[in-house]
């Protein structure tokens, strides 16, 4: 299955997590994804985010670490959704 140039949509409260997550897997982890943005339907945010040659592993950490950040920022008191 060849993931290189899809575009992947992730629902999110807010993109910003989202945007620094990608950040921090380029850096650390070599991956290569592109935040191209957000789309609202019908009250759902999505954050869009195109795959270069990101391993299917990469895109797997990419989800986990959104949810991770997402949860620890939910047990601070930080985001209620």
Known sequence: MDLQNEII???TGNPEIVEKTIS???DVYGADFEYLGYEDRDGVVFAM???GKS????I???GYFIGCTV???RLKGEIEW
């Not at 391993?55 to 990469?58: K, N, P, R």
């Open 49 to 51: 985010i195109k795959n």
């Open 55 to 58: 391993s299917l592993d990469q």
């Open 24 to 26: 921090r897997m380029n």
């Open 9 to 11: 949509n992730i629902a």
């Open 60 to 62: 797997y950490l990419l």
């Open 71 to 73: 949860q620890e920022l």
